[in-house]
Structures are given as C-alpha cells and as structure tokens.
C-alpha cells in the first residue's frame, strides 16, 4: 500500500505545492493520504500518528521532502531505522531519496543532518535579531502590568454584575465584547 504524507508548519500555510508533485506520483495507485499542519520539530503529531499506527510490512512512505516528516537527525534516524526494520520503504520526491537503496539510506542520513542544520541556524538568527532589538531598546510582549488597555470602567462593572449572578466566561466576554480571558481578569478585582 502506498501510504502519502503531506506537512506544513502553520495554519497560514498551505500544502499544495507539494501535494501536486505528490499526486503525480501516486496517479493510478491505491493510496491512503495523511496530512498534518504542525511543526516538523516534534514526531508527536495527529496526521504522522494515523499514518505511523496503519503502516505495515510491505508499505511504502512517500512525502515530499524529507524535512516534511521532521526536522531533527535524532528523530529521522530513529525513523529510518524503525522503517527498515519493519520492511516500509521510504521515498522522498523532492530529495530523490529511496531507502530501498544503499545511496538512497546515506543521502538519507546526511538531509536529516542538513534539515536539523537548518532549524539551529534559523533558531541562532532569531536570537541574534532579538538580541540586536533588545540592545537597540525596543519592547514587545505586552504592556505594564495592571494597565488598562481597552476595558471600560463599565464593562468591568457588568463583568463583575454578571460573576456574582454567576454567568460563564463566554457569556460575559460575549456581553462585552472582551475576549474570556479578559473578562475574567476583570471579573477578578482589576
């Protein structure tokens, strides 16, 4: 069976640049597809948990690129491995990767290694620009504590009305507009 997993990272991104070559590939094949928007950085996601529980001896995985299944070496070496010992074929459109083949287990390795590369490196840019943004005094993250931002003195006072009658969180933020954490914050006291 030929079993297609297809990954973005974030809601605001979509698959279909990948699920294009994708279909190609799979054009007249028995397929199940399995898709997650979730970050490759953890093996522990919804769509990769359907795929991985239906896999059997004989399968064959197919996705796009390799750092679709995930971004670090440690967790696509284990993968690698846990396939090969079950007898799942791997292939990676994109990469040219083939785990049936010796040259398809080493190039393999060595994109699990460039992918893990390339999420340190993004990872030691976002904290050198956070760190450039703090020496150059900007702020971000929020406002001083205790400061009202857009909470009125009378939506406060209808909060605190509908707390003591007891009205739910959605109730009240539906009642004045706030979000639920907001009104209970002011139905806390603020």
């Avoid at 995930?70 to 846990?82: M, Q, S, V, Y």
């Avoid at 393999?108 to 943004?133: D, F, K, M, N, P």
């Avoid at 929020?142 to 009658?165: C, P, Y």
């Avoid at 539906?174 to 006291?189: E, Y």
């Amino acid at each position: 069976m030929l079993r297609i997993y297809s990954r973005v990272s974030s809601k605001s991104q979509d698959s279909r640049g990948q699920d294009a070559d994708l279909k190609r590939y799979a054009d007249g094949q028995t397929c199940t597809w399995y898709r997650d928007k979730f970050t490759g950085k953890s093996m522990d996601r919804p769509g990769w948990n359907r795929l991985n529980a239906d896999l059997q001896t004989g399968d064959t995985l197919v996705c796009w690129r390799l750092d679709r299944l995930g971004r670090t070496a440690a967790g696509l070496a284990k993968l690698f491995e846990e396939l090969q010992a079950k007898r799942i074929n791997l292939i990676s459109l994109r990469d040219n990767v083939d785990l049936s083949t010796a040259s398809g287990r080493l190039m393999a390795h060595v994109l699990a290694s460039v992918a893990a590369y390339e999420t340190e490196v993004r990872r030691e840019r976002q904290l050198a620009g956070i760190e450039a943004a703090k020496a150059q005094g900007k702020r971000w993250g929020g406002s001083a504590k205790g400061r009202r931002l857009t909470v009125t003195d009378e939506q406060v006072a209808a909060i605190k009305q509908m707390h003591r009658e007891g009205a739910s969180k959605a109730a009240m933020a539906r009642a004045t507009g706030l979000s639920r954490r907001r009104s209970m914050r002011s139905s806390a006291g603020r």
